[in-house]
Each structure stands twice: as structure tokens, then as C-alpha cells.
């Protein structure tokens, strides 16, 4: 009879609290600085979903370890839907390198939906003598190590993009960590890196203006931003696919009605023609995932880049 109360009880609180839900303002974490990329796409999507839900919707930035301190934050919030994590892949590269997260990655939190990718773009100085994929695979093998490339920091997403590159071709460049994107791309205009794979919105613009030559984008698909330039994996490297995504999680134990109502509301968000082209504009595609889908992503991305940094003896700050 216990049981059958019990399961009573389950039965009608769990859709009541997600009927309820939200009952005061939802806080967004976010675990870098104001004015990034995660903080705007937050901020831009923040004032249509509380005008959907009906409570505020407030950004708070929480920066530290490239993101870890927000995650952590959320991971120990509780779990009513009311304090949310948005990231970036910056989530699954800090669980493949750093073992002692002071949270479980995959347990921790609950995925609710990516609504965003961003490529990266790959781009040299016109000095470089390569027009292709192909040819810079070509060339750094003729020449290993003479070739060098800039990141925004040992661990950052194009530094894995970078190594991806250089473990399925076998190519040997020369790392040029730099403490951020804007500092990276300015080596690579001046010629002081050789390349970089760079966030398309940072990148284009010099290659349109032929201060550095696009060679390729970095997703297995051609971006809309840059429909006329082709994919590292059709010119030449079958197989490479890398983008940068963004996404919610919530504190394990957040029920699931709260967590496909949220899910429901961040699709809807994206397919306004508003929020699609303004995140277009910030180089960043619109996507729609199931939390199901989204927790896939995170566990793959999660082993295959801890089998990466084991390869290559990556480290993060």
C-alpha cells in the first residue's frame, strides 16, 4: 500500500511541478566573462525566454577555469529548473584534461539542448605558399616543424582543432599558445604564426579583405556563413569534423518535465527568424537536439578528446 501511495504521489507532483514551473526568475550561469561569445548568445536569448516562460531570465557570469567554476556552481544548485548552466564545448575538453573536476561531467548535470554550433575556420598568411587543404598537408610534410600555429591558449577549443588536424594527417606543426583569440588572430595577420584555426566571425573578415587566405571550415558540413568555402573534410582529410557548440545543462535531479519544457522553449527560440539571424551574425548555427541527442555529444566528445590529449600530451592553463 506504501508503494501505491508513493507511486501515486509521483504520478501527480511530477507533471504539477512542471505545470508550475517556473515560479520565480530562472538564472543562467554562465562560466566565462561578460561580453564573450557564451555571454552574448545567453543574452540574446535570454529575453525570449522570459517572455515564454514567464519569469525572469537572468544572465550571471560566473568566469574561472575555463568554465569550470560556473559548472560547479550548477552542479551543486538545486534542482528545480531554476538556476541553469550554458556552455560551450569548453565543458567536454575541461573533463578530457583535467581528471579532478570537482563535479562528475556526465553525472553531474543533465543536458537539456544544444542550440548552437560555431566552425572554425582555417586560415594562413598569404606568405604561406598553399591554396588548399591539401597542399598544406602537403607542404608541412615536406617541411615538419617549420610550420607553426596560434591558439588562444593550451586546451581552448582550436588548439583541440588544431591537434585533430595534425593526428589524423601526421603533419608536425609548432604550437604558438597565445592568451586569447583577438592576440592569436593578430599573429597570424602579421605573420608571426604561420595559421590558425580561428572562430569563423574573427577569421572571415581578413580573408575577405585578403589579409589571410581561408583555406577550409572545420565542420563536416559547409557553414551558411560561408557557403563558398569547402570543408577540411572534402578537401582532402575525409572524416574531420569539429565545431565549437553551445548548449543548457541542469543540476542532476532537475525532473524532466522542467527539462523538456526547457528544452521545448530554447527550439523555439532559435527558429524565430530573429534569434536565427542574429546568431548567424555571431557565427553561430542554429541546432535543435533532444536532451537524449545532447547527452551523446557530451560523452563522445568527452572520449574522444581524452584519447586525443593522451596522444599528444595536451595540457590545459
Known amino acids: ?10 504520478a501527480w507532483s511530477s507533471p504539477a511541478l512542471g505545470q508550475s514551473y517556473p515560479t520565480k526568475p530562472v ?22 525566454l522570459t517572455a515564454n516562460l514567464g519569469q525572469s531570465v537572468i544572465v550571471d557570469n560566473r568566469p574561472g577555469a575555463g568554465g569550470v567554476v ?33 563535479y562528475d561531467p556526465i553525472m553531474g548535470l543533465v543536458p537539456v539542448s ?28 615536406v617541411n615538419p616543424g ?25 603533419v608536425n606543426m609548432v604550437h604558438v599558445p597565445y592568451k586569447g583569440a583577438a592576440p592569436a588572430v593578430f599573429a597570424a595577420l602579421t605573420g608571426e604564426v604561420a595559421l590558425i584555426f ?53 543540476p542532476a535531479g532537475t525532473p524532466t518535465n522542467i527539462t523538456q519544457r526547457l528544452n521545448s522553449e530554447l527550439r523555439q527560440a532559435v527558429n524565430t527568424a530573429e534569434i536565427r539571424s542574429a546568431l548567424l551574425a555571431d557565427g553561430a548555427e542554429p541546432i535543435e537536439t533532444t536532451p537524449e541527442a545532447f547527452a551523446q555529444v557530451i560523452k563522445s566528445d568527452i572520449q574522444r578528446f581524452t584519447k586525443l590529449a ?3 600530451g595536451m595540457t590545459i592553463d
Open 198 to 250: 580561428a572562430n569563423i566571425v574573427s577569421g572571415l573578415p581578413h580573408a575577405k579583405t585578403g589579409r589571410l587566405r581561408a583555406l577550409a571550415v572545420t565542420t563536416a558540413k559547409r557553414s551558411p556563413i560561408a557557403p563558398g568555402i569547402p570543408t577540411i573534410s572534402e578537401s582532402g582529410l575525409p572524416g574531420y569534423d569539429f565545431a565549437t557548440w553551445f548548449g543548457m545543462l541542469a
Open 114 to 141: 544544444m542550440f548552437a554550433i560555431s566552425p572554425s575556420i582555417v586560415v594562413v598568411h598569404p606568405s604561406l605558399p598553399v591554396k588548399s587543404i591539401k597542399e598544406l598537408i602537403a607542404f608541412a610534410k
Open 27 to 48: 538564472r543562467i550561469i554562465i562560466g566565462f566573462p561578460p561580453g564573450g561569445g557564451t555571454d552574448k548568445l545567453a543574452r540574446l536569448l535570454s529575453p525570449k
Open 70 to 102: 560556473g559548472a560547479d556552481l550548477v552542479s551543486k544548485s538545486a534542482p528545480d529548473g531554476h538556476t541553469m548552466l550554458v556552455t560551450t564545448s569548453a565543458y567536454v575538453i575541461s573533463a578530457a584534461l583535467d581528471q579532478k573536476l570537482p
Open 1 to 10: 500500500m506504501l508503494a501505491t501511495l508513493v507511486s501515486l504521489f509521483l
Open 146 to 170: 617549420r610550420l607553426n600555429y596560434g591558439s588562444s591558449g593550451n586546451g581552448t577549443p582550436y588548439h583541440i582543432a588544431t591537434e585533430m588536424f595534425k593526428s589524423m594527417t601526421g
Open 310 to 312: 593522451k596522444q599528444v
